[in-house]
């Protein structure tokens, strides 16, 4: 038991990014979780919170300054062409399999390593190439990145890859806060005592992720299910189709979380948001109520500038002008 990190159980007005965490423990091939907010809103407290909830409570964390070969492993070429063998001196990623890879500002890290990390968040294998001779091994973690937007944005590209996204605010909850801070005050005084109080509800926690990932297999989508992804993503004005896959796979991991036994739309409504939140386009999205008719053409809407002050043509009436005469030419 490592008494200095919180219980993940005991965690405080955190509702949405605990229920965006758990699902990727549960399939963390959905490629990862990005969280956004301001300092002190618990975002790196909540990362290894949740890691000590895995098999083999494995927590990694990425530095800033990190190079390739750290990130991804190197590989020994002189004994490879000397013994015939490779020698592979693992990465982060090897070292986070089965855990928790966190990633502390993402959106300052270099383009090319959030590029691989989510490469290999989503695929769980990692490759490593080098002079003809190459390796792979599994690496499949749940991929935790946080940032400030204060401090820089990541590339729509990038942000497409993140799998659920969640956006933390400041809490101005008078009662909230006195919970929250009453919380972490009694884990600073007493933490084995106060681990103690939510030990039940921990190890409850670890065995819904264990029995959830063993389920996933056996939860199908239905016809329903599937109309309502499209929909809310084409509401979205998403790009491509990563968004309605991750929405099915995000939906039957709550699912297999609350041991349903089928995914319903009702699992998709509440995993929404964490998908479409990064990836939605805004000013974009059409109103439930003007959708088009079968048949009916609608009109293009490639941009904000384009729809601006857009309206249907209406019928009018045709009014005959007579005794129309030529202007005179102009007089020199």
Same mark, same amino acid.
């Given at each position: ?17 605990? !229920?965006? #965490?758990?699902l990727a423990a549960v399939d963390p091939a959905l490629g990862g979780v990005l969280v956004s907010g301001p300092r002190g809103t618990a975002k790196s ?15 990694? =964390? ?5 190079? @390739?070969? !750290? *990130?991804?492993?190197?590989l020994d070429i002189e004994a490879a062409l000397r013994d015939g063998g490779v020698r592979f001196s693992p990465g982060l990623l090897a070292k986070a %399999? ?18 691989? #990390? ?10 490593? @190439? ?12 749940? #991929?935790?990145? =946080? ?8 590339? $729509? ?33 007493? $933490? ?8 039940? !509800?921990?190890? +409850? ?8 990932? +063993?389920?996933?297999?056996? #939860? ?26 991750? &929405? ?18 009702? %699992? ?7 998908? *479409?939140? %990064? ?14 008719? $079968?048949?009916?053409?609608?009109? $293009? ?9 857009? &309206? ?20 020199s």
């Open positions: 038991m490592n008494e200095t990190i919180f219980p993940f159980a005991a965690l405080v007005a955190q509702e949405p990014l605990q !229920q965006a #965490l758990l407290t909540t990362a290894r919170a949740l890691a000590e909830l895995l098999p083999d409570d494995q927590f990694v =964390t990425l530095p800033l300054g990190a190079s @390739e070969e !750290q *990130l991804i492993g190197t %399999h089965q855990g928790v890879l966190y990633v502390d500002e993402v959106n300052l890290l270099p383009n090319q390593l959030v590029d691989q #990390l989510l490469d290999v968040a989503s695929s769980g294998v990692n490759m490593i @190439e080098r002079d003809g001779i190459s390796h792979r091994h599994e690496a499949r973690f749940v #991929l935790i990145g =946080t940032m400030n937007p204060e401090e820089g944005e990541l590339r $729509p590209q990038l942000l497409d890859r993140f799998g659920l996204a969640v956006e933390l605010q400041n809490c101005f909850d008078a009662e909230k806060r006195r919970e929250i801070v009453k919380a972490r005050l009694a884990f600073d005084m007493e $933490p084995a005592a106060f681990r103690s109080r939510f030990a039940g !509800q921990q190890e +409850a926690l670890a065995q819904r992720i264990r029995h959830a990932r +063993a389920m996933l297999p056996n #939860l199908e989508f239905d016809d329903a299910v599937h109309a309502r992804v499209s929909e809310l993503c084409i509401e979205a004005r998403v790009d491509g189709l990563r968004a309605d896959l991750v &929405m099915l796979r995000a939906a039957r991991a709550l699912a297999a979380l609350e041991e349903a036994s089928a995914v319903d739309v009702e %699992h998709v409504e509440r995993v929404a948001e964490s998908v *479409l939140l %990064h990836r939605r386009k805004e000013g974009h999205a059409p109103a439930n109520d003007q959708r088009a008719e $079968p048949g009916k053409e609608q009109r $293009p809407q490639d941009s904000d500038e384009a729809n601006f002050g857009y &309206m249907p043509p209406e019928p009018v009436d045709i009014a005959t002008v007579k005794n129309v005469r030529p202007l005179a030419a102009k007089k």
